[in-house]
């Protein structure tokens, strides 16, 4: 743990951009989901980018692969629903472990492959290559589920929940397992928009850590949704924070939802609030009216630069959108600014 959390305090990392979008340039049908294994699966698989961890484990590794060459010190697993209540939608439940262990092992493969190429890549210089080179990880990647803990799916029952609070608990402890059998360094709880199911994956976590005598770090990213600075559960920004604080995360940030634009605010915020690190990694914009993002690498490397001049951040990236070229200059924006300085408590 004390490698990053030394490394935070001299630069600002960089994490990697958008896993779907990358795999929505390989065009796959339903047969290269499905691979040889799934060819007779009871149900239509497509759209299940965890799985491609299995059946096209090659994709996920030269994606990977692309955004460290690009810059990145932080790739983060293709795991974002890799967890049995997610999986239940495919009825693949029972194949939730395997995925997180392939998805962990697809990523330590790329940074392997990165860390014994050639240190001329025409993506960066050859000091900054072989400085990123000592300084990747792998975040192991735990998103918010399908299901929602805070909320009621019924409008007319509020106090039905679909799932419990010991059934999201067991299926991250899982989640977490598969992980880090697979070879995470970080554990990244990402894209929260309801924090009582952040509290069960940090709970799981923790769970883990205890039962087998382990400690990674663990980065926390949440997802503001709108102007009003709340999470979908209503939550608001600084009762969010001190909401996960407890856990002694490395970072604490968010992504998602909005473009750096309309982001800035909040990690403006966060930055004022925050004892830890503090991480961002939004859209490529918002969406055109066909989905898709139109805001240029450039763009999103200039906004995310000006937060950095403001001393709000220590951990930048991409999520929806982004591209390994986004990331690239993003890097290159950050990398001569200095990260934001760590606020020192007051102890009573």
């Known amino acids: 743990m004390s490698k990053i959390v030394d490394i935070l305090k001299q630069r600002i990392l960089i994490i990697d951009g958008a896993m779907g979008t990358m795999i929505q340039r390989h065009k796959l049908s339903e047969e290269d989901y499905r691979g040889e294994r799934f060819k007779n699966w009871h149900c239509d698989v497509k759209g299940n980018n965890d799985l491609l961890s299995i ?117 991250y402890y899982e989640q977490v397992k598969g992980l880090i059998d697979g070879g995470v360094d970080i554990i990244l709880i990402e894209t929260i928009f309801d924090t009582l199911n952040a509290k069960a994956a940090i709970f799981a976590v923790k769970k883990y850590f205890e039962d087998y005598s382990i400690d990674l770090p663990i980065m926390i990213s949440g997802t503001i949704t709108d102007a009003s600075g709340r999470t979908l559960s209503g939550q608001t920004l600084e009762a969010f924070y001190y909401s996960i604080e407890h856990c002694n995360p490395i970072s604490v940030g968010f992504n998602c939802a909005l473009g750096a634009t309309q982001m800035r605010p909040h990690i403006e915020e966060l930055s004022a609030l925050a004892s830890c690190a503090v991480s961002a990694y939004p859209n490529a914009g918002l969406p055109n009216a066909f989905g898709e993002y139109d805001e240029q690498p450039h763009e999103t490397g200039h906004i995310i630069a000006d937060w950095a001049k403001e001393g709000f951040v220590n951990i930048v990236g991409g999520c929806c959108g982004t591209t390994p070229d986004h990331i690239k200059c993003i890097a290159e924006e950050v990398k001569n600014i200095k990260p934001r300085v760590l606020p020192t408590l007051q102890k009573d």
Do not use: W
């Open 55 to 171: 059946t096209q484990p090659d994709i996920i590794t030269n994606i990977h692969l692309q955004y460290l060459q690009a810059g990145a010190n932080i790739i983060e697993t293709n795991t974002f629903s890799a967890q049995r209540i997610s999986m239940a939608d495919y009825g693949m439940e029972d194949l939730s472990y395997e995925l997180n262990v392939a998805s962990a092992k697809c990523a330590r493969k790329a940074v392997e492959l990165f860390q014994n190429s050639i240190t001329d890549d025409q993506n960066l210089d050859q000091t900054s290559n072989i400085e990123n080179r000592e300084s990747v990880f792998v975040a192991g990647a735990i998103g918010p589920t399908n299901r929602t803990l805070s909320l009621s799916p019924d409008v007319n029952n509020p106090g039905f929940r679909a799932v419990t609070f010991d059934q999201v608990m067991e299926a």
